[in-house]
T-cell receptor, first 114, second 114 residues
Framework: ETGVTQSPTHLIKTRGQQVTLRCSSQSGHNTVSWYQQALGQGPQFIFQYYREEENGRGNFPPRFSGLQFPNYSSELNVNALELDDSALYLC?????????????FGQGTRLTVV | AQSVTQPDIHITVSEGASLELRCNYSYGATPYLFWYVQSPGQGLQLLLKYFSGDTLVQGIKGFEAEFKRSQSSFNLRKPSVHWSDAAEYFCAVVPEEYGNKLVFGAGTILRVKS
């Protein structure tokens, strides 16, 4: 158990809809990163939030957006869903301090877009 | 292009046999290096990490990895594989300039035959 909780575990949405995924970070961590893992691929970095501000973004369109709350939990929002958005979405919790960059992952949310 | 390469998509080993999973990276500076394991439908569990110092790193579940700067490699090893080791293994790096944003390889699926 990493202490990182994601909800929901599974979700089915229709193309064009919007979805919100949630992540509770591990106690003491101030940074949350989101990754998309398509079937048969490694996770791809979407973006990272540090102390409620976006702190880097991968090669994802603006319809992928996020939030981080004062308790360091986070949301990933995806608008105008496309079939290719079907994937496992992983949240990683960490603490940006010194050189320690170990990230702890949640179990993921499996999103299916039909 | 900067990347992480895991050249073996699938590897099958017999239970009790030794294992080596390969990982190469192409970044100018020495990044932080990680190996994660993922069971089907699950999140990622950290096996071990290398930040600096001793180039042979011990991890959980009897795994170890060796960093070789001259070869830009960070191969994962285990002397005796157990059936429960069957999973997908991901090598990941944090390029120095990216903070703690992970770049993953495509993964290697390990099958263990009895």
């Amino acid at each position: 158990e990493t202490g990182v909780t994601q909800s929901p575990t599974h979700l089915i949405k229709t193309r064009g809809q919007q979805v919100t995924l949630r992540c509770s970070s591990q106690s003491g961590h101030n940074t949350v990163s989101w990754y998309q893992q398509a079937l048969g691929q490694g996770p791809q970095f979407i973006f990272q939030y540090y102390r409620e501000e976006e702190n880097g973004r991968g090669n994802f369109p603006p319809r992928f957006s996020g939030l981080q709350f004062p308790n360091y939990s986070s949301e990933l929002n995806v608008n105008a869903l496309e079939l290719d958005d079907s994937a496992l979405y992983l949240c990683a919790s960490s603490s940006l301090k010194g050189g320690n960059t170990e990230a702890f992952f949640g179990q993921g949310t499996r999103l299916t877009v039909v | 292009a900067q990347s992480v390469t895991q050249p073996d998509i699938h590897i099958t080993v017999s239970e009790g046999a030794s294992l080596e999973l390969r990982c190469n990276y192409s970044y100018g500076a020495t990044p932080y290096l990680f190996w994660y394991v993922q069971s089907p439908g699950q999140g990622l569990q950290l096996l071990l990490k290398y930040f600096s110092g001793d180039t042979l790193v011990q991890g959980i579940k009897g795994f170890e990895a060796e960093f070789k700067r001259s070869q830009s490699s960070f191969n994962l090893r285990k002397p005796s594989v157990h059936w429960s080791d069957a999973a997908e293994y991901f090598c990941a790096v944090v390029p120095e300039e990216y903070g703690n944003k992970l770049v993953f390889g495509a993964g290697t699926i390990l099958r263990v035959k009895s």
